[in-house]
């Protein structure tokens, strides 16, 4: 097994590559959770592994409540099934809020504050059901609570973190939030032995071939609690070994044909967040053209037989859209044409025409 074996089975256990998704909640499941802090984008990464889907259809999805939008893994927003919320709160807060105690005394929120700010908000969505993160702000500042300098968001996510709020849909370009209670009112119960076990082998299931740091770096777990879960998993999973490294997979993943597709992938997409060492996909030399600095920015990128080949940029215009490829090397007209492939693709999701700006 080789770097590019790895590659190219990871994007047919993520469902990139042969998809056969139905539906978001389908694909969400299958994965775990989805990074989901690019909202435009978190949406074609759904698209992408479902056959036929358009932007609409995913939204409805969210506005039927069969994936919901929230803090969860690395502190981040992801989405996530409904059904699990809970449990992956209780796996994952507990961490979050204290590791960001020190940016809350910077922020002068106290548990004064956030309990003052449970006490508006609360009835508040109580009687309106759903509001945008500006009209819960608005609604602060006249209760005299400060929103200013990222207070706002900071007691949104805390709230959030404590189960009290979750992400409803969005309004034009507004996100708003709901109360989690009567949003998501049905939910499982996990002891934290086997929330980690249904997490690692649902990464591993997805994700796979993977390694266990790779696991504890999209979970953002500590590595022993990681490897507690993987550990619970060993029996449904298999191993295989490449440069003397264990990778682990679903049993069933099927091996792949390499026909060089090619695919056009959003910012945070799975495919390359979803991995502590991306080097399978993407050439170190190339690190920081995807990721600019370093800075946590992940741009979307174009892949071709497994491999990252470039960068995508897009321009919204009114009946349609503009993709500009930058590419790290000059490529043959064979990719071109899956590149323009992949593009008409996301035409579709979008139901827009597309042009490609070479």
Known sequence: MNSSDIAHLRLISQGIAHPTASSPGEVVSHLGAL?????????????????GSTQSTIEQAIDARRIVRTWAMRGTLHFVPPDDVRWMLDLFAPRLISGAAARRRALEIDDEVIEQARSVIVPELQQ??????????????????????????????????????????????QPTFVLLDEWVPHHSSLTEQEALHLLALRYF?????????????????????????????????????CSGEAYYLSKQTKQYTNNAQGFLLPGFDEFMLGYRNRSAALPNAYANRICPGGNGMFLPTIVFDGQVIGTWKKRTRTHDVVIAPELFMTIPVGQRQAFSDATTQYGKFLQKSIEIAW
């Open 205 to 241: 299931t997805s994700h796979g071939p993977a390694t266990l740091q790779d696991f504890a770096s999209w979970s953002g777990l500590a590595l022993g609690r990681a490897k507690i879960g993987l550990s619970s998993a060993l029996q449904e999973l298999q191993e295989i070994s």
């Open 35 to 51: 990074q989901a802090q690019d909202y435009p984008g978190a949406l074609w990464t759904l698209g992408l592994r479902i056959p």
């Open 128 to 173: 309106h059901s759903v509001r945008t993160r500006s009209e819960l702000c608005a609604l602060l500042e006249r209760s005299g609570i400060a929103t200013a300098g990222q207070r706002g968001i900071h007691i949104l996510r805390h709230l959030s973190l404590q189960k009290v709020l979750c992400f409803g849909p969005h309004q034009q370009k």
